[in-house]
């Protein structure tokens, strides 16, 4: 059965040859642009029911429970730092670990609402795991019926609806499925490592996030919605550029996402979204075309469409295109803007650490001489355990999500925060955090917590209960290991055809803009690309297939 392929394709401007960047037009940064009076006038709304909210509420509840808590300041809480863009928001996150070294939990305000910070990792695996019914939610931002494409998805969907649903799909990541799709996914990372080799023929630098941004929207194209693009000589796809547009959260963007969060009624009367009719519109569309086609024609693909037209619901329905769309939706913005930012660590550090490179390259080497004709296969992709290791230590020192949250939907007590406290009992719609970044890089947990050290994730010294980059207990990121395959199976054929190392545009040591919300380097993650064939020429002899 082959690929249905849209035609995408949009009239591009020409762009000297010889740019860096020939395939990705320079783009204007939205965020530091002036905001609109429609934006300016609902940040200031905004603001004053901040203001509002923080006088209303006892800034001071954390001291009567006996919560040891920093004292907030008004309406930005304890987020002034990140807010006023003087810190980048996981640097910060993990330095107010830090400030609570002997306690089990603290108090914290995000803005002005309070949040109780879980630092213990036996009472985290306790909450979120053994006591997983009495947070099961995550803190919503959208109004689910206004903006359902972010409201019901699996990743917002609460209680039974979300057990539902996630039943439904977990399936669909199961080796078996994942080695059913295994092929699909081979073809994207053939295509790009292809055409990254013809173009850095003669060594040149290229942003590599926008690179795995193409990369990951070609894979979650076809393994979603069951149609295939190719999004590095087709830059201007509509498929792409609606996903560039739905993650851009632009000022405006995250003013409403303020909203949602803090007043969700008023959001709700207000007709607020977080993005406008056109990506729903357009899923919509590829959703029900796909559908209509397949049961006509008889088509069977292993794609997430297929399992979600295959499945039923706990009464035997089938779910509507609709619902498909939503779960779709939210898989691809994972894998637009997620999968493409792990990528993007994990190729920094193979370029930047010579000694992580070699040992990198002797296992993809060593990969392809067990492959029958040179064919790439699930079995040995999946064993290639240092690779692995690289992917698992990057996200223990750069984790992407800054925190983790649950919210409270039965009374629960928690024990005390340190000998001589009292417990403290968290009612029904209370928030609680977990930190990844300050666990990653708690020196309790991990010997030389600051070294990179791939090893520990191959000698047995991470404990689970200490190491969270996906999440934590049953609302873990069910693509997780689709993502770790979807990067192992990129850096295998990139590996093999090129050398990547540092240049002068990348960030050494790797820090983290303080502008964005966003795990970026102040100047983006660039990087430089010769083939193999070429650097065989130039030292003089053959490329071959050995490792120097």
């Given at each position: 059965?082959?690929?249905?392929?849209?035609?995408?394709?949009?009239?591009?401007?020409?762009?000297?040859?010889?740019?860096?960047?020939?395939?990705?037009?320079?783009?204007?940064?939205?965020?530091?642009?002036?905001?609109?009076?429609?934006?300016?006038?609902?940040?200031?709304?905004?603001?004053?029911?901040?203001?509002?909210?923080?006088?209303?509420?006892?800034?001071?509840?954390?001291?009567?429970?006996?919560?040891?808590?920093?004292?907030?300041?008004?309406?930005?809480?304890?987020?002034?730092?990140?807010?006023?863009?003087?810190?980048?928001?996981?640097?910060?996150?993990?330095?107010?670990?830090?400030?609570?070294?002997?306690?089990?939990?603290?108090?914290?305000?995000?803005?002005?609402?309070?949040?109780?910070?879980?630092?213990?990792?036996?009472?985290?695996?306790?909450?979120?795991?053994?006591?997983?019914?009495?947070?099961?939610?995550?803190?919503?931002?959208?109004?689910?019926?206004?903006?359902?494409?972010?409201?019901?998805?699996?990743?917002?969907?609460?209680?039974?609806?979300?057990?539902?649903?996630?039943?439904?799909?977990?399936?669909?990541?199961?080796?078996?499925?994942?080695?059913?799709?295994?092929?699909?996914?081979?073809?994207?990372?053939?295509?790009?490592?292809?055409?990254?080799?013809?173009?850095?023929?003669?060594?040149?630098?290229?942003?590599?996030?926008?690179?795995?941004?193409?990369?990951?929207?070609?894979?979650?194209?076809?393994?979603?919605?069951?149609?295939?693009?190719?999004?590095l000589k087709d830059p201007d796809n509509e498929f792409y550029k609606l996903g560039r547009e739905s993650i851009s959260f632009s000022t405006w963007v995250s003013v409403k996402m303020m909203m949602g969060r803090n007043f969700p009624t008023i959001s709700r009367l207000?007709?607020?979204?977080?993005?406008?009719?056109?990506?729903?519109?357009?899923?919509?569309?590829?959703?029900?075309?796909?559908?209509?086609?397949?049961?006509?024609?008889?088509?069977?693909?292993?794609?997430?469409?297929?399992?979600?037209?295959?499945?039923?619901?706990?009464?035997?329905?089938?779910?509507?295109?609709?619902?498909?769309?939503?779960?779709?939706?939210?898989?691809?913005?994972?894998?637009?803007?997620?999968?493409?930012?792990?990528?993007?660590?994990?190729?920094?550090?193979?370029?930047?650490?010579?000694?992580?490179?070699?040992?990198?390259?002797?296992?993809?080497?060593?990969?392809?001489?067990?492959?029958?004709?040179?064919?790439?296969?699930?079995?040995?992709?999946?064993?290639?355990?240092?690779?692995?290791?690289?992917?698992?230590?990057?996200?223990?020192?750069?984790?992407?999500?800054?925190?983790?949250?649950?919210?409270?939907?039965?009374?629960?007590?928690?024990?005390?925060?340190?000998?001589?406290?009292?417990?403290?009992?968290?009612?029904?719609?209370?928030?609680?955090?977990?930190?990844?970044?300050?666990?990653?890089?708690?020196?309790?947990?991990?010997?030389?917590?600051?070294?990179?050290?791939?090893?520990?994730?191959?000698?047995?010294?991470?404990?689970?209960?200490?190491?969270?980059?996906?999440?934590?207990?049953?609302?873990?990121?069910?693509?997780?290991?689709?993502?770790?395959?979807?990067?192992?199976?990129?850096?295998?054929?990139?590996?093999?055809?090129?050398?990547?190392?540092?240049?002068?545009?990348?960030?050494?040591?790797?820090?983290?803009?303080?502008?964005?919300?966003?795990?970026?380097?102040?100047?983006?993650?660039?990087?430089?690309?010769?083939?193999?064939?070429?650097?065989?020429?130039?030292?003089?002899?053959?490329?071959?297939?050995?490792?120097?």
């Amino acid at each position: 059965m082959s690929d249905r392929r849209y035609d995408f394709s949009r009239a591009r401007e020409s762009v000297p040859k010889g740019s860096p960047t020939n395939y990705n037009q320079n783009r204007s940064d939205k965020n530091s642009a002036e905001m609109d009076p429609v934006t300016t006038a609902l940040a200031v709304g905004l603001l004053c029911l901040l203001a509002y909210r923080f006088l209303s509420i006892s800034t001071t509840s954390f001291g009567k429970r006996g919560v040891e808590y920093t004292k907030p300041w008004p309406i930005v809480g304890n987020m002034a730092p990140v807010l006023f863009r003087r810190q980048f928001i996981g640097d910060y996150i993990r330095n107010v670990y830090f400030k609570f070294p002997d306690l089990k939990y603290f108090g914290f305000y995000n803005l002005v609402a309070p949040i109780i910070v879980i630092r213990d990792p036996e009472l985290i695996t306790s909450i979120a795991v053994k006591n997983f019914d009495h947070f099961t939610d995550h803190v919503g931002f959208v109004n689910e019926e206004m903006d359902p494409l972010m409201g019901k998805n699996l990743f917002a969907l609460r209680g039974d609806r979300w057990r539902e649903m996630r039943k439904l799909l977990s399936p669909a990541f199961t080796a078996a499925k994942m080695k059913s799709m295994f092929k699909l996914i081979i073809d994207c990372a053939e295509k790009t490592s292809a055409f990254i080799a013809e173009e850095s023929k003669k060594g040149r630098d290229w942003d590599m996030q926008d690179i795995f941004k193409r990369y990951a929207n070609d894979v979650v194209a076809t393994t979603s919605f069951g149609i295939a693009v190719d999004s590095l000589k087709d830059p201007d796809n509509e498929f792409y550029k609606l996903g560039r547009e739905s993650i851009s959260f632009s000022t405006w963007v995250s003013v409403k996402m303020m909203m949602g969060r803090n007043f969700p009624t008023i959001s709700r009367l207000l007709g607020i979204k977080l993005f406008g009719s056109k990506p729903r519109e357009f899923f919509t569309k590829i959703v029900a075309e796909t559908t209509r086609m397949r049961e006509e024609k008889g088509i069977h693909r292993p794609d997430m469409i297929q399992l979600m037209m295959d499945s039923r619901d706990k009464d035997g329905k089938r779910l509507t295109v609709d619902e498909m769309t939503n779960q779709a939706f939210v898989f691809f913005l994972g894998g637009f803007d997620t999968t493409s930012t792990m990528m993007c660590l994990v190729g920094q550090v193979i370029a930047t650490n010579p000694e992580i490179r070699s040992k990198v390259l002797l296992e993809v080497e060593e990969a392809h001489r067990k492959m029958a004709e040179g064919q790439p296969t699930y079995d040995v992709i999946r064993d290639m355990a240092y690779l692995d290791a690289v992917i698992d230590e990057t996200l223990r020192i750069y984790p992407i999500a800054s925190f983790l949250d649950r919210i409270c939907v039965k009374e629960f007590e928690l024990p005390p925060a340190k000998p001589g406290a009292k417990s403290v009992t968290v009612k029904p719609g209370e928030s609680l955090w977990f930190l990844p970044n300050g666990l990653h890089h708690d020196p309790k947990y991990y010997k030389d917590a600051e070294n990179f050290r791939p090893e520990r994730f191959l000698n047995g010294e991470v404990s689970p209960n200490t190491y969270m980059p996906f999440g934590v207990g049953p609302r873990v990121c069910i693509a997780n290991r689709f993502a770790m395959m979807e990067a192992k199976i990129l850096f295998y054929h990139l590996l093999r055809n090129c050398v990547i190392e540092p240049c002068e545009k990348t960030t050494v040591p790797l820090k983290f803009s303080e502008k964005s919300f966003a795990v970026v380097p102040p100047t983006g993650y660039w990087l430089n690309i010769r083939t193999k064939e070429d650097e065989s020429v130039a030292n003089g002899h053959v490329a071959n297939d050995s490792v120097a």
